[in-house]
């Protein structure tokens, strides 16, 4: 089992940027594949990017592509999520998820999941 807590959402104005985090305890996230997704109200939880175990390798949504970044710290069990150039349309609820199989955008395949963190960006 491994919990996941995020955290660092907030209000920004478009253009600004965010910095999200997620802790993890209970084990460690270097056997996981870590990913972060988005729930805006009315819509399905849409995939933004992902992340592999060890080697790093990164994975991201065409939404994102250029403007956010994914990075982990094993030895803090921490995973990143950095956000710029934000835009109205990334207004959401971002989650973080943990999956111990192959890198995926499908939230079926990450096994455990975050409680979310708003971030609003106002135009």
């Known amino acids: 089992q491994v919990q996941l807590a995020e955290s660092g959402g907030g209000l920004v104005q478009t253009g600004g940027s965010l910095r999200l985090s997620c802790a993890a305890s209970?084990?460690?996230?270097?056997?996981?594949?870590m990913g972060w997704f988005r729930q805006a109200p009315g819509k399905e939880r849409d995939f933004v990017a992902a992340?592999?175990?060890?080697?790093?390798?990164?994975y991201y949504a065409d939404s994102v592509k250029g403007r956010f970044t994914i990075s982990r710290d094993n030895a803090e069990n921490t995973v990143y999520l950095q956000m710029n150039s934000l835009k109205p349309e990334d207004t959401a609820v971002y989650y973080c998820?943990?999956?111990?199989?192959?890198?995926?955008?499908?939230?079926?395949?990450?096994?455990?999941w975050g409680q979310g963190t708003q971030v609003t960006v106002s135009s």
């Open positions: 998820a943990a999956n111990p199989n192959a890198l995926s955008t499908m939230p079926t395949m990450y096994n455990y």
């Open positions: 992340i592999r175990r060890s080697i790093g390798n990164t």
């Open positions: 209970g084990r460690t996230l270097s056997t996981y594949v």
